[in-house]
């Protein structure tokens, strides 16, 4: 059975730091492309950070470049996001999600048939 499940969230003040992860079982997430997103009250699913299958071709929304950073552990068969500077804007329910093989990064909902459940990141003073 195909699962994810993130780890991580939690309250910050503004220009704080967390990292959140994301175990994958059931698959191995190493030939997978990877994705990082995240959902406000009231607003749509945005993509965050996305990584190739290959990992040479990374996305980050304009918001988050310079400040969040995606990765994997294939040793862990699990992925990170490392969020820096976080500011009250990045408040959301963060999902990790994943889809097959793919050399392009593709960095949006309907691209990802896997996800996880969501954590909550709350930025707030």
């Known amino acids: 059975q195909v699962q994810l499940v993130e780890s991580g969230g939690g309250l910050v003040q503004p220009g704080g730091s967390l990292r959140l992860s994301c175990a994958a079982s059931?698959?191995?997430?190493?030939?997978?492309?990877i994705g990082w997103f995240r959902q406000a009250p009231g607003k749509e699913r945005e993509g965050v950070a996305c990584?190739?299958?290959?990992?040479?071709?990374?996305y980050y929304a304009d918001s988050v470049k310079g400040r969040f950073t995606i990765s994997r552990d294939n040793a862990k068969n699990s992925m990170d996001l490392q969020m820096n500077s976080l500011k009250p804007e990045d408040t959301a329910i963060y999902y990790c999600?994943?889809?097959?093989?793919?050399?392009?990064?593709?960095?949006?909902?309907?691209?990802?048939?896997?996800w996880g459940q969501g954590t909550q990141v709350t930025v707030a003073s």
């Open positions: 059931g698959f191995t997430l190493n030939y997978y492309a």
């Open positions: 999600a994943a889809r097959g093989w793919s050399d392009q990064t593709m960095c949006v909902r309907t691209a990802f048939p896997s």
């Open positions: 990584i190739s299958s290959s990992d040479d071709s990374t």
